[in-house]
């Protein structure tokens, strides 16, 4: 059932049945490193290069959220996938072998929120038993990517995130899981014109802030119906503007607000600036702090809001903005919230 | 209702209530020039590079799309888009200002397959009543992304395909249109590793003749309950590679074939080598000639399968194969087959 401007409220719910997190070294190091179903320490994976190095961590993502969830690789009907390489070259050489078919995303690091939205609607729609969604950054395909070879050893700017080498997976089903899924806020791109790839927090807050209050709003809810709001990497320098223009809005989200980009890291000790960012952020985070919170009931429902900033090396270079996106996605406790 | 392996099956039927293309010179010099709703002979369509050029393009197919649906920007509850670029900076940038939820997608030159799947999918589960599902593709950028720059003049092989510089967009909704969506087949990732960037055609012929046998089967249905199965660019080269694999698996569509890219120029005359290919070649092809002979009740049963080669120019520099992807969608005339 659509609600509102831009949101969807499932009256049966949707389940999560399982799910699961990989993630490197580094993000291994962190204060979430107990909570990863695995941490692999090769920054390649096995891999030739870092691309392969990423489709490799896709694959064991897969494999390992399927098995996670007590399935088999015949029981998935659909992968949802993305990641933030051009022409998500991580999804289509890591997921081919898999032989599922497959509907390839592009949301930057919003990506495990419209790969949750659209494997939510199409399991609502009782067209799929589980379907696979998934997403992963890897920070050297990343750095490479998008700023500068590393070899450069180019200065970060205080404002700069670490892109995480991670990623999560989450299956969701019309029966039994260990949460549920029961609405989603799909974002529309919002651009404040900043141009800063260095800083990427400012780009994105903007969207997420629109995405929350249209959530809000859609559902005729107020930030204390959730125990926590989440974003996906806006940082320290990003989680403040949201909370300013939240607040402009009249919204006060600071008790209910974490932003991923500042838990899987410690920023001080890890040298990680404004915190962390990629796909792989705030998908790793959901699918080890996150989950494991709503699963166990210390959060009966929360709004994830992973947030990606749009830009490829080639706008960047011609002077464009970069502009943002986020989509929400509200996970509850099996328990229900009062 | 899902159906076989990779099938759904829309038993109400999910209706188009309108659609539009826009391309530019060349293809307005070609076969099918009286059938697109514009023609722009500007290469920049009044901007300032080959991806501004894009994103204009997006942008003015989106706007011409929901007119000719009777319908206006605030009607229409998603956009599901996507283009061949690196991070979809031409639907990024093109489609900011529309200020519509949009899921970004990519399935290279089979986007429009993905868009018109998912974009049914929602339709069919009641979450919308009107959704735009379009995509574009421009010579020039996508020559710049993936090849080599125009100002080189490198010689293209006789393999080679010309990428079509326009797009298309349907409005899909659930009741009322000019002809309906009854089924999707979403296509997996098949690599014969292929690795000839100026051979998109033997790249994609695989997941083509995967995706139509899948479909077949999971429809319980054979090449003659359709008037026509139309692939997205194969060309000719590839054409032939995929009349020759279905043979192999006991089916003959000679009969039923048809190829956009082999459609929308006259190669001998205009200089297109093997045809055409882009997200736009079978966008526009099929806004244009295929919905205008469904719409008249020439055609009363089509199926739809655009066809993409998914590499970017890292994997090809890094020597990786192309895979390819192919998604088919079933459209039919209002007046049904007897």
């Known amino acids: 059932m659509y609600l509102g401007e831009a949101s969807i409220e499932y009256q049966d719910g949707v389940y999560i049945q399982g799910y699961a997190s990989i993630v490197g070294e580094k993000e291994g190091q962190g204060p979430l490193r107990s909570l990863f179903h695995?941490?692999?320490?090769?920054p390649l994976f096995g891999g030739d290069n870092w691309?392969?190095?990423e489709s490799r961590l896709q694959l064991r993502i897969a494999n390992t959220t399927i098995r996670e969830a007590g399935l088999e690789l015949k029981d998935i009907r659909y992968v949802f996938a993305g990641d933030l390489l051009g022409q998500l070259i991580a999804t289509s050489f890591g997921l081919k072998d898999l032989n599922i078919p497959l509907f390839g995303l592009y949301g930057a690091c919003s990506t495990m929120g419209e790969s949750l939205s659209l494997g939510s609607i199409c399991?609502?729609?009782?067209?799929?038993d589980h379907v696979l969604c998934m997403t992963s950054s890897h920070f050297a395909s990343a750095e490479k990517s998008f700023r500068f070879p590393l070899g450069y050893g180019t200065q970060r700017k205080l404002s700069a995130t670490w892109t995480v080498t991670g990623g999560g997976g989450v299956?969701?089903?019309?029966?039994?899981?260990?949460a549920r899924i029961t609405g989603i806020t799909t974002g529309k791109i919002v651009d404040y014109g900043c141009t800063d790839k260095e800083n990427m927090g400012a780009c994105m807050a903007p969207a997420a802030a629109d995405t929350?209050?249209?959530h809000l709003s859609d559902f005729g809810r107020c930030p204390e119906d959730y125990d926590k709001i989440i974003t996906g990497d806006l940082g320290s320098i990003g989680k403040t503007i949201l909370l300013d223009l939240l607040d402009e809005r009249g919204c006060r989200i600071e008790k209910q607000h974490m932003d991923c980009g500042m838990e899987i890291f410690d920023s001080e000790k890890q040298d990680?600036?404004?915190?962390?960012?990629?796909?792989g952020c705030s998908a790793s985070v959901l699918c080890s702090l996150i989950?494991?919170?709503?699963?166990?009931?210390?959060?009966?429902r929360v709004l994830f809001v992973?947030?990606?900033?749009?830009?490829?090396?080639?706008?960047?270079?011609?002077?464009r903005s970069i502009p943002g996106i986020a989509h929400a996605v509200v996970i509850e406790s099996l328990e229900q919230k009062g």
Chains 1, 2 share one sequence.
């Open 38 to 42: 695995d941490v692999e320490n090769d």
């Open 51 to 53: 691309e392969d190095a």
């Open 123 to 128: 399991v609502s729609a009782g067209h799929a």
């Open 171 to 178: 299956i969701l089903g019309n029966s039994g899981g260990i």
């Open 212 to 214: 929350i209050a249209v």
């Open 272 to 279: 990680t600036h404004a915190g962390a960012s990629g796909c």
């Open 291 to 300: 989950l494991k919170n709503i699963c166990s009931g210390i959060w009966k």
């Open 306 to 319: 992973p947030t990606g900033a749009l830009f490829s090396p080639v706008s960047s270079n011609e002077g």
